[in-house]
């Protein structure tokens, strides 16, 4: 589902024989020549009052909900920076360290990344090959379901998740036992897909943005419904419930030099010990998006 993006030689975009999730994809991917049709593109920021009427999009403060898919909601800004800057270090120094898994693990032990790694005092340190990492749960991307074996969920993740599930009141009892942490480089992209393993498919999912915006479309239960294309910024949550829970989504794009504000608010220092300070964690986000998204794989049990 991750991949990177292939150059096209600047030849025209095909779209014969595409579903329509498919070609929504392919029209907001990045074609290095090829310029992109944004138009589009929903970006609440720009939108009034009658185009969102026009969109089927009801505000309320912060929160946007879509009336299609049912069940999408946005809130902007729901993380403010020193919230960006603190959960994106301890991913990028924390979570991709044992007993969390990253997708590393797939390669031999002898394999050498050291051609990915950036150290760099002035910018950060971190393993770019490093795609995702998994805490909580750990899923079986081969076969497709959770085995039993966990880690704990670390305590800044439950927090926020919780603190997404109190802002919206969206059910009595959540608890996040499974999170995907994604790294994006600016020309990756994260193809189609269903959140179909968990057991409970009707807990909402909790999925917050850090750094570089991107391009978020999902549509229905089937690739032959047209997608909506949403743009997440950083500190944004996006949640799929109800209907949109069990929908296809993906990310086609990942937009350069989106990341704001742009000059680092936070002192130089060096790196100590391969550790990312604040002032390292904003250049990261400054190239990069981290996307951390919260599911409950169990069905919660009743009284609770």
Not at 40 to 61: A, F, P, T, Y
Not at 140 to 149: A, G, I, Q, S, V
Not at 153 to 180: C, G, K, T, W
């Amino acid at each position: 589902m991750y991949q990177k993006i292939k150059k096209n030689k600047q030849k025209p975009i095909q779209y014969q024989n595409l579903n329509p999730f498919k070609e929504t994809e392919k029209k907001y991917k990045f074609y290095a020549g090829l310029q992109t049709d944004f138009s589009e593109l929903i970006d609440v920021n720009n939108l009034n009052e009658q185009q969102m009427e026009q969109q089927g999009i009801h505000k309320n403060g912060s929160v946007h909900r879509f009336d299609y898919p049912q069940g999408v909601i946005l809130v902007k800004g729901f993380l403010n920076l020193d919230d960006q800057i603190s959960i994106s270090k301890l991913c990028m120094n924390e979570y991709i360290n044992q007993p969390y898994r990253t997708n590393l693990f797939i390669y031999k032990e002898d394999e050498n990344f050291d051609k990915f790694i950036v150290h760099d005092d002035k910018k950060y340190h971190f393993n770019n090959k490093i795609r995702w990492a998994n805490v909580g749960y750990q899923y079986d991307w081969n076969n497709r379901h959770y085995p039993p074996e966990k880690t704990q969920v670390p305590d800044p993740i439950q927090e926020i998740s919780q603190r997404a599930n109190n802002f919206l009141q969206l059910q009595n009892h959540y608890q996040s036992e499974s999170v995907i942490i994604n790294f994006y480089q600016s020309h990756d992209y994260m193809t189609g897909h269903l959140d179909d393993a968990e057991l409970d498919q009707d807990s909402p999912i909790y999925s917050f943005s850090f750094g570089l915006s991107s391009v978020f479309v999902i549509g229905g239960p089937t690739k032959d419904e047209k997608p909506v294309a949403i743009k997440l910024d950083s500190g944004d949550l996006l949640v799929m419930s109800g209907h949109a829970r069990k929908c296809y989504h993906g990310v086609p794009r990942v937009l350069e030099n989106s990341f704001h504000p742009i000059q680092n608010p936070f002192q130089q220092s060096k790196l100590v010990a391969n550790l990312n300070t604040d002032f390292h964690v904003f250049n990261y986000l400054t190239e990069h998006r981290i996307n951390i998204n919260t599911r409950q794989v169990y069905k919660p049990l009743l009284g609770q």
